[in-house]
């Protein structure tokens, strides 16, 4: 079982930037491609980013590329999010999430292929 702990949301004005942080309890990190996920109030859960178990492929979402950057540190256990020029449209809960069972250089997209999820950060962009 692996524990996923965002950290790192918050409220922040329009154009500003944020770094979301995920801890994986799981020592054998780098066997997990990485995702971030967002949420916003009677939405569906959608896809923002994804990073590869090796780290080198990288996928984002439409709305966030150019913006938006993940990374991971399998040294650390961590992976981020670098959320930049934010939008008040980009406001949502931001959820982390691991896949094992893909290949090494696959980042995932689709929920259905994460098998853990963390319980997720609030982000707020205030126009």
Same mark, same amino acid.
């Given at each position: 079982?692996?524990? %996923?702990?965002?950290?790192?949301g918050?409220?922040?004005?329009?154009?500003?930037?944020?770094?979301?942080?995920?801890?994986?309890?799981?020592?054998?990190?780098?066997?997990?491609?990485?995702?971030?996920? @967002?949420?916003?109030?009677?939405?569906? @859960?959608?896809?923002?980013?994804?990073?590869?178990?090796s780290?080198?492929?990288?996928?984002?979402?439409?709305?966030?590329?150019?913006?938006?950057?993940i990374? @991971?540190?399998?040294?650390?256990? %961590?992976? &981020?999010?670098?959320? *930049?020029?934010?939008?008040?449209? *980009?406001?949502?809960?931001?959820?982390?999430?691991?896949?094992?069972?893909?290949?090494?250089?696959?980042?995932?997209?689709?929920?259905?292929? &994460? *098998? &853990?999820?963390?319980?997720?950060?609030?982000?707020?962009?205030?126009?």
């Open positions: 079982q692996v524990q %996923l702990v965002e950290s790192g918050g409220l922040v004005q329009t154009g500003g930037s944020l770094r979301l942080s995920c801890a994986a309890s799981e020592h054998t990190f780098s066997n997990y491609a990485m995702g971030w996920f @967002r949420q916003a109030p009677g939405k569906e @859960r959608d896809f923002i980013a994804s990073i590869s178990k780290g080198d492929r990288t996928g984002y979402a439409d709305s966030v590329k150019g913006r938006f950057t990374s @991971r540190d399998n040294a650390k256990n %961590l992976v &981020y999010l670098q959320m *930049d020029s934010l939008k008040p449209e *980009d406001t949502a809960k931001y959820y982390c999430a691991a896949a094992r069972n893909v290949y090494y250089t696959y980042s995932p997209r689709m929920p259905w292929e &994460y *098998d &853990y999820w963390g319980q997720g950060t609030q982000v707020t962009v205030s126009s």
